[in-house]
């Protein structure tokens, strides 16, 4: 949306802009399911206009999966892809397809190919049912700004207040939380500023010393069951 854009962040038909601190590009929501329908990914090129592999940095895509959302974030630079799950399932078929694509991309491109690792966390950070679009716009955000997933389930309600403030920012909109009208000299969370600009910095959990952020590994990708010519 509009906190995308404000960054420069390239999107479907759009760049990332020359000027941004992070060469982000951001896929569309439904990006993952039609290119797993789909078998003739030469006629969705244009959902892919504006990314090319050999300027991007991170590629961050949303992931609806049936009842749950997640992402994922490709770091060009080092090769590496984290399929995102705050619950911590597994997801080999969006990792095989996000695989597939990335090879595929590659050979259109005439890029050449890499060495993908997967990446995954190491422990769970959502612990309902019902927060996981709030964690998914987390991670993305923090990706974009190319921080870790440091969002966990106790900062979930301060990170859903923060995210209200910053949509009203942008909408005009009356946003009530708690029973308490927010007015514009309300700055609701540190990093937030005034009507029409943007935070620049997302709030961050404080982690105890005793148990650090989680921790995530990387592990060579096993071989797409659906590559493309």
Not at 49 to 68: A, C, N, W, Y
Not at 168 to 185: A, K, M
Request: proline fraction near 7%; include cysteine.
């Amino acid at each position: 949306g509009q906190w995308a854009i404000a960054r420069g962040y390239g999107h479907v038909g759009r760049a990332p802009a020359a000027w941004a601190d992070q060469v982000v590009w951001l896929a569309d929501t439904q990006m993952l399911v039609k290119l797993q329908k789909e078998n003739d990914w030469e006629s969705m090129r244009r959902w892919f206009r504006g990314l090319d592999l050999r300027t991007v940095e991170t590629i961050v895509i949303p992931v609806h999966r049936p009842g749950h959302w997640i992402s994922v974030v490709v770091d060009v630079t080092a090769g590496r892809v984290r399929v995102e799950d705050p619950m911590h399932e597994q997801h080999e078929d969006v990792a095989n397809t996000i695989l597939a694509w990335l090879r595929w991309l590659e050979s259109i491109q005439r890029v050449e190919g890499r060495e993908w690792q997967l990446e995954t966390q190491s422990a769970a950070r959502q612990f309902n049912n019902v927060d996981c679009g709030v964690f998914m716009i987390a991670d993305i955000m923090c990706a974009g700004e190319g921080l870790p997933p440091t969002i966990c389930q106790g900062g979930i309600p301060r990170f859903r207040r923060w995210l209200a403030y910053l949509l009203w920012c942008s909408s005009n909109l009356e946003v009530r939380i708690g029973g308490q009208e927010i007015h514009p000299d309300q700055e609701e969370e540190e990093g937030c500023v005034r009507r029409g600009q943007w935070p620049s910095k997302i709030p961050q959990d404080k982690w105890k010393p005793d148990t650090g952020p989680p921790k995530s590994a990387c592990r060579p990708w096993p071989k797409a069951r659906r590559d493309k010519d």
